[in-house]
C-alpha cells in the first residue's frame, strides 16, 4: 500500500486557524461577495465599496463601522502583498467579522424562517363587512386582494379600511350602504397603490426583506411567489410586525 501524499491543504485542515487567518479569511470573503454582487470594481478600496453599497444591503448598512475598521485592522495585521501577518487580532473581533461574513455569504431565505406559509386570501368583490369580519376573525390586519383570475390587486389592510370608513362616516354616508354595496375592491383605488406592497421571489433573503422595509416606510406586506409575480400563487407573506423578528434572526445567525 503507497504512503498518503500529505499536501499543504491537508495540513491546513489538521491545525486549528490563526485568529488572523480566519480573521483574513472572513475579510477575503466579504470583500469579494460585496464587489461581485453589485458589480463593483476590483480594485476599489475596500472602505470605499462598503459605504456605495450601505444604503442597498441591511446587513452592510447595520455593520457599516465595524466594516470600514476591519478595512483598517487588515492593513494593521498584514505586511506587504504577501499577507505576512504581523499582529493577531482579538477572537472576540474575529467571531464577530465571521458573523458579517455569514450573513453576507449564506444568508437565510425569508421563506425558510419569517415568512408566514399559510396565506389567507380575499376575494376582491368581496363586501367590506366581509372583509371586516375575516380581519377581526384572522387576526391578520393585511390581507392580499385576489381578482377572478387570482391575480393579487393589492392588500386590505385594517387601519386604512378603519381611516376610511370614518371618513365615509364623516362625510354624510350610511355605516350599512358602506359596509353592504361597497366591495373591498372599490376600496382599493382609495387606499392601496404599488407602494404599498411589493413581490418577491422565494429566494429573498432576510436581510433584502428588511432592505424593502427600511427603503420604503408605506410597506405593508412583501408577499413571496415562485418567481415574485402577482398572477403567481403565493407561497408566503412578510409585513411590518416581522421587522422585530427578523432583526432578532439577523442578530443570532
Known amino acids: 500500500m503507497k504512503d498518503k501524499i500529505i499536501t499543504k491543504d491537508d ?5 486549528t486557524k490563526s485568529n488572523s487567518m480566519r480573521f483574513l479569511s472572513a475579510f477575503n470573503n466579504i470583500d469579494y461577495t460585496i464587489k461581485t454582487r453589485y458589480n ?21 448598512r447595520k455593520y457599516e463601522d465595524d466594516l470600514i475598521d476591519y478595512g483598517r485592522l487588515r492593513n494593521a495585521i498584514v505586511h506587504g502583498n504577501d499577507d ?12 464577530k467579522i465571521e ?3 455569514r450573513l453576507l455569504t449564506t444568508p437565510p431565505r425569508a421563506l425558510d424562517v419569517v415568512a408566514r406559509r399559510d396565506v389567507l386570501l380575499v376575494e ?46 364623516l362625510a354624510g354616508g350610511k355605516p350599512q350602504v358602506f359596509l353592504d354595496s361597497i366591495k373591498i375592491e372599490d376600496m382599493l ?12 421571489n422565494k429566494d429573498i433573503t432576510v436581510e433584502q426583506t428588511l432592505s424593502l422595509f427600511h427603503q420604503n416606510s408605506k410597506l405593508l406586506a412583501v408577499l413571496v411567489t415562485p ?18 423578528k427578523m432583526n432578532k434572526i439577523m442578530e443570532n445567525y
Open 40 to 60: 463593483l470594481n476590483r480594485s476599489m478600496g475596500f472602505s470605499e465599496a462598503i459605504r456605495k453599497v450601505a444604503g442597498l444591503n441591511f446587513t452592510i
Open 124 to 169: 376582491s368583490s368581496k363586501s367590506m363587512r366581509e372583509v371586516i369580519m375575516l380581519i377581526a376573525s384572522s387576526g391578520y390586519s393585511n390581507i392580499p386582494v385576489v381578482d377572478k383570475d387570482n391575480e393579487i390587486v393589492g392588500i386590505a389592510n385594517g387601519q386604512k379600511i378603519l381611516d376610511s370608513f370614518g371618513k365615509y362616516l
Open 11 to 15: 495540513i491546513v485542515d489538521n491545525v
Open 99 to 101: 458573523k458579517i461574513e
Open 189 to 200: 383605488s382609495k387606499i392601496e397603490n404599488s407602494d404599498y406592497y411589493a413581490f418577491a
Open 84 to 95: 505576512f501577518v504581523i499582529a493577531e487580532p482579538h477572537i472576540e473581533v474575529v467571531e
Open 227 to 244: 418567481n415574485g409575480g402577482a398572477k403567481e400563487k403565493p407561497l408566503g407573506i412578510m409585513t411590518p410586525s416581522d421587522v422585530i
